[in-house]
């Protein structure tokens, strides 16, 4: 089985890659894709660059061009759920584009013809995912992830994203990654760390938490990754 580890900083996916010591880099669309064997599978792992784009582009590579048949990401988030704290785990059961608007036209915010306002993860990794927490003696919470080509640093654009998508937290590349995977019938798991309350301090915070809270979270798509081999 070919298994892709996404994130979208090179701190989201250093730690995978020191984990695995080995792995072949080859360089494609302007990214770099790191290719090993782990426990009898085949990995290949990437970071697309911050964005709905980047990931959208890398997403779809890890897929059509190395043949990835499920797709983990890796990385970290802004809390909006007052439950999460610094370094919390969130997996995402739905997400949604929460800079999407043509409500211009009578639609929803998140929602463009052909298109839904939500996409659902998987939820057999959700499922994997409360064993491995377990497993972990961590906790893990479940909600809904709101992206955007944003960096939010404000109470009230964050508390604008909660109330109209019911989001926990938000970042900016699982929902391009959800269309993708959705599209191209591959499973998906979005796995995010928290770094910061997406309020003013939220850019002292994302530099102070960055390296840690990424870290928290490769440490977890691993164990998924292994129990997904076993
Ligand atoms: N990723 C981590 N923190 C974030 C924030 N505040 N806004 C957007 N993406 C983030």
Not at 44 to 53: N, P, R
Not at 125 to 154: C, P, Y
Not at 207 to 221: G, M, P, R, V
Request: net charge negative; glycine share 8%.
């Amino acid at each position: 089985m070919k298994i892709a580890v996404m994130g979208a900083m090179p701190e989201e996916i250093a730690p995978i890659l020191e984990k695995l010591g080995v792995y072949k880099t080859t360089e494609y669309a302007k990214n770099k894709y790191y290719e090993a064997s782990y426990m009898g599978a085949d990995l290949v792992i990437a970071y697309s660059k911050i964005g709905k784009v980047f990931s959208t582009l890398t997403a779809t590579t890890l897929i059509e061009h190395f043949g990835a048949e499920i797709l983990l990401f890796s990385g970290v988030a802004g809390a909006i759920s007052p439950e999460l704290r610094i370094g919390d785990l969130i997996v995402a059961n739905k997400l949604s584009q929460h800079d999407l608007d043509i409500t211009a036209f009578g639609h929803p915010f998140g929602y463009v013809p052909e298109g839904a306002v939500y996409i659902n993860a998987d939820s057999k990794m959700i499922a994997m995912s409360k064993e491995v927490a377990k497993e972990m003696g961590k906790s893990v919470k479940e909600g809904i992830i709101a992206t955007g080509d944003q960096f939010v640093a404000n109470e009230q654009r964050k508390n604008w994203i909660g109330d109209t998508f019911e989001a926990d937290a938000l970042e900016m590349e699982g929902a391009s990654v959800a269309v993708v995977c959705d599209a191209l019938n591959v499973p998906f798991f979005i796995l995010r760390a928290i770094s910061d309350a997406a309020d003013m301090d939220a850019g002292f915070s994302f530099d102070t938490f960055l390296q840690s809270s990424a870290k928290e979270s490769a440490e977890f798509i691993m164990k998924m990754v292994d129990k997904i081999v076993d």
